[in-house]
């Protein structure tokens, strides 16, 4: 895990620098995603080991934090297409495909965990958007770059909310039976004794 972090901290600083030379909502989407990513994960590494309801907690965290984030993406999309900035295509393919190199690594790390409890699930998932996300990156800036159009780095800002809010959504269901489980076992080991009779 320590090593999945040191991966999403340096692909944060690179990513940062590609945002502002190419002057992109997707590549700045990806930024933010890149630290909110370290910051999960060093969450999981916290609760391994901890009780069934700060494990869910954290994943209840989590998917707050995808949901926070979809809607920043969302918002800079917009932002950067009415501003009416031409992006530079080039740039966007490079660092994005540099991101998905990142992610592939982290991804190949974390394969093993994919069907995990909801917290460390949320990081398999998150890995895995990551590197769905800097695909569709590289892709939007060979887009730009043939349409000559700010308008694929919107649409790419719109179909990565989507993918986010949709893990979100994953994490905090199954965040949600994990936590109500525990009550439920409880409540099966100590029934209610029956009433006495009169």
């Keep these: 895990m320590a090593a999945v972090i040191a991966i999403n901290l340096l692909g944060f600083a690179v990513v940062a620098i590609g945002s502002w030379l190419a002057n992109s909502a997707a590549l700045a989407a990806n930024t933010l995603d890149f630290a909110a990513d370290a910051a999960t994960y060093g969450l999981s590494l916290w609760v391994i080991g901890r009780s069934a309801s700060v ?40 660092f994005g495909l540099f991101g998905a190199a990142a992610n592939l690594m982290a991804a190949l790390l974390l394969v ?24 569709a990156v590289a892709a939007t800036g060979l887009a730009v770059t043939l349409t000559g159009s700010r308008w694929p780095d919107l649409v790419v800002g719109v179909l990565l909310a989507a993918v986010f809010l949709r893990s979100a959504w994953q994490i905090f269901a199954q965040a949600r039976a994990e936590r109500r489980a525990p009550e439920a076992m409880k409540f099966e080991t100590h029934p209610r004794r029956p009433s006495a009779s009169v």
């Design 112 to 135: 093993r965990f994919r069907d995990g409890d909801a917290n460390v699930r949320s990081v398999w998932l998150c890995t895995r958007n990551d590197l769905i996300q800097c695909l």
């Design 55 to 94: 494990r869910s907690g954290a994943a209840l965290i989590k998917s707050a934090t995808l949901a926070a984030m979809a809607v920043c993406i969302l918002g800079l999309a917009l932002w950067r297409a009415y501003a009416g900035v031409l992006p530079e295509g080039d740039a966007i393919s490079g």
